[in-house]
Structures are given as C-alpha cells and as structure tokens.
C-alpha cells in the first residue's frame, strides 16, 4: 500500500473490493485507449503535455509505461522517468513520484540540464506534500542553482548576445532563489509552521536589499513575528519596509519589461496599504515592550499615517524641500520614538537631494529615542560624509552601522566602508572589507561587487599616487539637486552634452574650450553615442538648448555585450586650461533602461599615470554632477569603472572657472549696510579662495555655506525689505560658489522680488538696473549664454521683470515724463545684449506710438536681433518680417540690407520653407552685390537645403557660394559632410 494513501474508509461496493474495481477501471481504460497504446511509439512528449494541460494523468500514465517497451524516438529513460514523475504528482501518488524521479536523478547525477532542473522542483514538490520539507527545500535550492547555468547553456547554443547572458547573471540567480524560498514558505505555512515561515522568509529577505515584492512579504513576516511575542526582530523588519532607498526617478514607463520591474520601485512609493500595515506594526512593537508610553491611540495613528503617505509621496517627486513634510514631523508633539522615525526618512530625503550638512544637522539635534535607530542614522551619516567627500569621517560611521542587527543593512554599511577606505587609498583596509564581504554577505549581488573590487584593487595599487595630487585636483560635494538643468549653475565656460547631437556630442561654452577625447580599456571599442529620447519631459535627462528640450543621450562603454566584470569601462582624456575650475560629470541612471545595480568608480590620473583621485558613484537616478576642483594647465584621464553594471553611462562634462563674486561696486553703499561681521566674513572667503589651491576648495566650500547659513538668519533680523534682498542676494553667491545652485537660485529670485518690491520705486529701478551688470553679467564673452536656458529662464529676466515693475505711468492720462520715454527707447534700440528680448519688449509699452511710427524700423530690428540672439529664432523671424513691411512704406536701403542679411543667417533654424529662405537671397542679392560677404549667403541657403537632406540642389547653391568667393576647399568639405550625414535618430535606441 502507498504510503500517502489514507487506509481508512475503504469498504467493498455491490460484493466487490475496492482493489478489483480499480483493477476493472484500470482494464476498461486500456481496452478503451488500445489503439493508442498501440500507437504509442508515435506519440510525442508535446502530446504527453497536451494530456497533462487536460488532466488526463491516468491516459498519460498508460502511454509512459508503455514507452519504458518501446521508447519513441528521441526519448531517453530520463526524459521518461521526468514525464512520468510529472504525471504521478498530477494523480496524487506522490511516494511514487518520488520514486521516479529520484530513479531519474540517479542516472546521471552529475547532469545539468532542463530535465535535472525540472526533476528537482517536482522532486521537492512532492516531498513538501508528504511533509519532508528539508529535503523538499534541499530540491528546490538545487533546482534555483542550477537554473542559471542551463539557460547560459541555452542562450549558448542559440549564440545568444552577451547582454542577454549578462542578464541572466543579473536577475536570474536571484529570482530563482527567492522563488525557491517562497516556495519553502509556503509548505511551511500548509505545515502551520510559524518558525519554519519566518525562517523561509528572512532568507529571500536576505537575498537582496530591494526585489519586487520585497514588502509584501516582509510585512507577513514581521507580522508573524509580533504574534510569536518578537517585537525587537519585527521593529527591524518594519523598518526595513518603511525604507524607500536612497534612489529616485520621477518617470514611471521604462522601454524593457526587466528594467520596468527595477524601476518600479525607486519611481513608485509603497502602497498606502504596506504602509499603513507597517506603521500599525511599529505602534504594536512600541506598546509590547519597546517603548509602551509611546504608543499611539488608534485615531492619532490613523492621522499619523494619512500625513505619512503624503509625505512619502511627495519624495518621488523632483522637486528640492521634499524633506520638509518629514522634518515637521519630526519636530511635532509625536512622542520622540515617532520624532524619531520622522527623522529617519526627512535625513533619507535630504540625502537624495545633496543636502548632507542638512542631514548632520538634524540627525544630531534629535536623539534615536531609545530605539533600535543609531545604525540607520550611522549610515544616513556616513553617506552625508561620502557625498561631501569626507570619506576618513565616512568610515567611523559605518562602523557604527555595520553592527546592525539587520544583516541587509549591515552588508550595505560594509560595503560603503569599503569603497571609503579605498577612495583614501588604503588598500589594506579596502582589500579586508571587501575580501569579508565576497565571503560572507548575504547580499548576493554585494558578493560580486565585492569579488570584482578586489580585482579593481589589484590593478589600482599598481599605480604610484602623487604626493602633490592635493595641487591638481580635489573631490568637492556631489550635487544631487540640479539634475538635467546644468546651465543653471555649469557649463558657461564649457559644456559637453553626450550625443545631443545624434552623431556627436553638442559642445559649447563662453571660454577656453576643453579637449576632451573619449576611449575604452579595449582598443578595438571607441565608445558609443546612444539617444533613447530625442525630446523629454524627464527633469533628469539634460537640457538640450538646440531642441529646446530635455533630451536623453549619453556616452557609454558598450559594456552590455561584453561579460560582466570585464569592463571595457569609459575613458576620458582632458586637457584643462590654466586656472582654477570646477570639473563636473553628470550621471544619469536613465529611466527607460533603469538598472538598480549600476554602481561604477571614477579614477582620475596624470599624464604620468600617477593615481589623483577616487570616487564611487551610486544611486544617480536622480541625477548626479561628480565635481572635482581642478588645476590647469593639466592633462588628466578620468576612467569610469563599470565594475558589475550592464555598462557604463555617462551624460555630460562642464567645467567652469570657480568664481564667487564680490559686492558689485555700484552697490557698495548698500551692501554697506549689511553687519560687518557678514561683510568681513565674505571678505575673507574671497581673499582665500584667490590663493587656494584644489585641495582647499571641499573647506571652502563647507564655509561658503555655513555663511550662507548665517548671512539667512542674520536677513531673518533684518528690518527693512532693501536689507533682507540684498542679504538673499549675498546667500545666493555663497550657494553657487558651493555648487548650491537650486538653493541659489531661489535666493536671487527672493532678492530681485524683495528689491521691487521697494516703496521707494526710483532707488529700485536704480538698484535693479546696475545689477545687470553684476557678477558673470559683467563679462561680454558670457552673452550667448541665453543660448543655452530655456525661454525666459534666464536671471536677467527676473531682474528685467521686477525692474518694470517700477515704472509708472503718471497724470491723468497716464503720460510718461520724457525721461522716461528717452530711457525705454535707449533700451530698445542698444545693441547691449544684457537688455533681453522680453526687457525690450516691455520697453516698448513705454514707447507713444508716434514716437514708434517714426523710428518703428529700428525699434523692430533691434528686437528681431536681440531675439535671435537669444535662439527665439521663430519669434525673431516674425520681427525681422514685421521689419521689412515697414521699411517697404519707408525705405531706407541700408537698412534693409541689414535686416535681409541678419534674417537670412537665422531663417532656417526658425522652420522656414526652403524656397522662403531662397527668396531672402535673391532679395538681398542686388543690394550688396560689390560688398563682400555674398559666397557666405548662398553658402547658408546651401546649408539649409542640406539639413532637409535635399543635398543636390545643396550643392548648387555650394557651387554658386564659390563662384562668388568661397575657397573650394571648404566647398569640398561641406559637401562630404552633407553626403555622408547620418540622418537624425528620432525615435532613439540608436548606436
């Protein structure tokens, strides 16, 4: 009799035993399926499978005893056996399920393939019925083992592509586990087994810091655990499930299903249900034992956790203050193991966004509140040490957290300890953490980071650090805040944006431009361009001025078809003008191929090869700008690591003289008036940042803000709205020179709106006037910078806007004294490029209309040129065209060949047809035909038939531009170009 058989109730029906009508069924089956036992041999396992998806298990089961006589062809005993095992699950008799399937294993036990994988999930199927849920688990581990290295064999023989190998390595070994532990879970919950539960589960828990369903099952867990009188173990737990990471994207679609199921969970937030069922857990855990006078009433918890979820919503947002929700929390009336908490995830939010003095500040001002919180708030401080680049302090806080009851969250110390100790170049150190952690974290994936680091340190040591690297480069702050809008605090100077345009990388820049040459380890890999979005609404992906929009692009090492661990890694050679620069990298974890184990490391070295700087790079789905305080004349290669990641990503290169402004001397007077400990203080910070050298900079950054800090509070005191805009104005310089550049910008909009808003309009318009020649807006080489911001965001559009703000219109009917008017003319018509194009446009309402009928051409053309200038080609256009209608009832030649030539140079860019752009030269032909000048006009009708790619009738006009002086040589090289031109990549995906 079979063991899982129950022998009770059995009892003879109408005379006979049960065994001989099993026997008479068993013959009525066979006479009935004769024919196809007869037939047997040409019966094929995908009829078998057929039979299975019918539950036909008892047919299936004839047809499988009678291949064990004659197998059909192709079909060996193994794959019998399997098929047969199968079919015996499917009827219920699981003893001799296991008897056929342990049969099958024993026939080649050294076997790993499908079938062997197969056998082993059935096999401990079949022993977790019978209650042998060791050995059940034992076959399902084995099966998940083995799992990966079968479908490597597969894609193998497919001659699959690398990535697709590189794939598996990446989510396939641990899915498989954790479907093998939740497996184990589940037998173990049929068991009513609650230890066996808990124990299952705290194994897939410790598999990965972060999975799809992650929180759902560590909710179920902690749960159990509060009912088995475990509240210390479960506290821990719900922590974990009330921790959202240290990664954001703020777009939720992504082009790949496996990269969908990582995004989903740095660009959602938990559900209100995992939320409001761990919160509930934590009230629980405080009044068993943690803290029971803490605990909250049901209804003061249920409004606790309304105001949680919006607060935890308002983190997946771009926006900069998403911690602020939190940090009211945390200084309410909630008992202070619930200040505590609220603590916690403000210090997270701060983290994300770059603000680590932020996040020391408020973790010092509030205790752990006596719960089990110091090793969370250890790491969020180490972590604000790593972004500030003070990686000696980061280590002592790791430490801390590395003794963390929760392994996941101590693996995530030891690792960030690692990568520490290794940026010092402490090779010892960084070579016993990482050693510790290849062997024993749970972590899976923080086994192969630390396995390929070891490697990584291996060939570093190899290199001689220079002793004099503190005069050439130094890590700064990262700066997590600005994401893709870099021309609000980088690239004036010069700024390099990967690929922007589809077959190269869009340069530019007010000063020295950089040399910059891109390679990989592999000398036969040159590096890719790769655009996925041409236009985006995504604040992380870089501005493109050209497009007028955020476009997602970025270099890359083409490591996806390369194994993981073998680079080739991205290289970077630059050669950096003489002075002192902030050197920035923007790292972009792009949403549309989310990848939660991009993690690379930056190594920067000399001409010599001598070792300058290093620096890990982690959670950047945000966005992140790596800044290095740099000393030119310099030649300097930056290798980013790819390390265990699909490949290596990079963005863009900025660089920019570091400047921190004075006290605009026209201000003097005023600025005056501000405390002269601030006036002192700021003195001096200029004094020394004239004379430091690269190392000093991280210092006097950290001052930069600290006097920001207090030139705010010392506003705050202030009586008088002139002397609180212009101490914004003073923080907001302080905050650009730390690299601050969110911050600063909101202060110098606060300063601009607080100076118009003066009683005193006429000290005003005076103030606001002289501030447009404040700072970098001193310097003419910086007035193509409108070029690169989009419309209207420019800081001179705020000064222009609160300026006009002052001026009103006096007398009954609301006449302009005739200074007034002199002024908005003058600021029509200067060619001074600090007067936008929205400034002369208010000046126009100013303007009596007599007085624009009779100088209208000039004001119009003036317009027209400022906004083109400014890259508004279409809107210049319409000008320069309202321009020539003007001049056709008022001709003045000159005028209007002026107007025709500056037309011309920008009519394509504006969405011109190609025969409206033909016709502004053959208007513009007879006016000039003696003057110099007309090979670059036809030149420019040739370049815009090129960019619609009608390249021949281009080359007419090309041929037309020589006849009329155009060397041939350049002629020749325009027209390589257009024919070579690879078209524009709209739809993106492209290498």
Partial sequence: MRQDQPTSGLRPTFGFPISAWMFLTALLFSIMLSPAIAESSSTTPADIEQLFKAEQFMQALLVLKAWKQAPPDGIDERQRLLLEGRCLLGLGRHSEAIEALGTMLAINPEAKDNA???????????????????????????????????????????????????????????????????KMALAQSKAKNPDGIIAANMRQLNLAVDFPGMRETAVQTAELMLAEKLPNKAFTLFLRILDSGLDRCFSGIARL??????????????????????????????????????????????????????????????????????????????PASWRSLCCWKAANALLREGAFHEVHKLLNELPDGGLSMASRFALCKGMACIGEGDFSEATIFFRIAAESEDPVLSSQA????????????????????????????????????????????????????????????????????????????????????????????????????????????????KSRLWVTRRRETDLVALWNPHEKSHTSANRDDYGEQYPLGTGPDLLMSCEIPAGKHVLALYFANDYNYYESQRAYTVSVTDEDGRLLCLAPIRNFGGGLYKRFAVQGPAQLEFRIWRNMSINVLLSGVFLDEWRMSPPPTSLASAFAMLPVRLQEAHATLLVDAGKASPEAFPCLEAKALLLA??????????????????????????????????????????????????????????????????????????????????????????????????????????????????????????????????ARNAAMAFIPEAIQTRIGETLLYARAKQTGREGDYKTADALFAETLDFLARKPNESMRTRVLADRLEWQAYAGAKLEEIAATYRALEPLRPKQPGLDYWSLKVAEAYARENHVEEAKKWLEKAVMLGLPEAAAKTYHQAWQTNIQDNATGGKK
């Avoid at 969908?260 to 034992?289: E, F």
């Fill in 257 to 334: 299903p496996e990269n969908q199921r990582q995004l989903n969970l740095v660009a959602k937030p938990p559900s209100a249900d995992i939320t409001r069922r761990a919160l509930a857990g934590v009230n629980q855990c405080l009044a068993s034992s943690l803290a029971p006078d803490e605990a909250l009433p049901p209804e003061k918890l249920e409004a606790l956790t309304a105001v949680w979820i919006q607060a935890m919503a308002a983190t997946f947002r771009p926006d900069i203050g998403t911690a602020t929700p939190f940090i009211a929390l945390s200084k309410s009336e909630l």
């Fill in 709 to 838: 800090e207090k030139v705010r509070s010392e506003a705050q005191k202030a009586n008088g709205r002139e002397l609180r805009a212009l101490s914004a104005l003073l923080e907001a310089g302080c905050r650009h020179a730390a690299g601050n550049h969110i911050p600063a910008r909101e202060c110098f909009n606060l300063a601009m709106k607080q100076l118009g808003g003066l009683d005193d309009k006429r000290r005003a318009a005076l103030l606001l006037r002289k501030l447009t020649r404040h700072g970098m807006f001193a310097l003419d080489k910086y007035q193509l910078t409108y070029r690169w911001v989009p419309p209207g965001d420019h800081p001179l559009e705020m000064i222009w806007q609160e300026y006009f703000k002052c001026w009103e219109k006096t007398g009954a009917n609301e006449n302009l004294p005739k200074a007034m008017v002199r002024t908005a003319v003058a600021l029509v018509q200067t060619a001074d490029w600090r007067v936008t194009a929205r």
């Fill in 414 to 525: 030891r690792l960030a300890m690692a990568e520490a100790h290794e940026a010092l170049f402490e090779w010892d150190s960084a070579d016993g953490e990482y050693r510790a952690l290849a062997s024993s974290s749970p972590i899976h994936w923080h086994r192969r980071e630390a396995a390929y680091a070891l490697r990584r340190i291996a060939e570093l040591r190899q290199r001689p650090p220079a002793a004099d690297r503190g005069k050439v480069i130094a890590l700064l702050r990262d700066d997590r805040s600005t994401r893709g809008r870099w021309f609000l605090g980088y690239g004036m100077d010069f700024h390099l944006l990967a690929a922007q345009n589809f077959i190269t990388d869009e340069k530019g820049g007010a000063g020295t431009a950089m040399a910059c040459r891109f390679s990989t380890a592999d000398p036969k890999e």
């Fill in 116 to 182: 062997t994988m197969d056998a082993a999930n059935c096999l401990g199927d079949a022993l977790a019925v019978l209650g042998r849920l060791d050995e059940a688990a034992e076959q399902w581990l084995k099966a998940a083992e083995m799992k990966p290295a079968v479908v490597m064999e597969e894609l193998a023989r497919k001659k699959a592509s690398t990535y697709s190998r590189n794939r598996v390595e990446m989510d396939v070994v641990v899915s498989e586990q954790l479907v093998a532990h939740a």
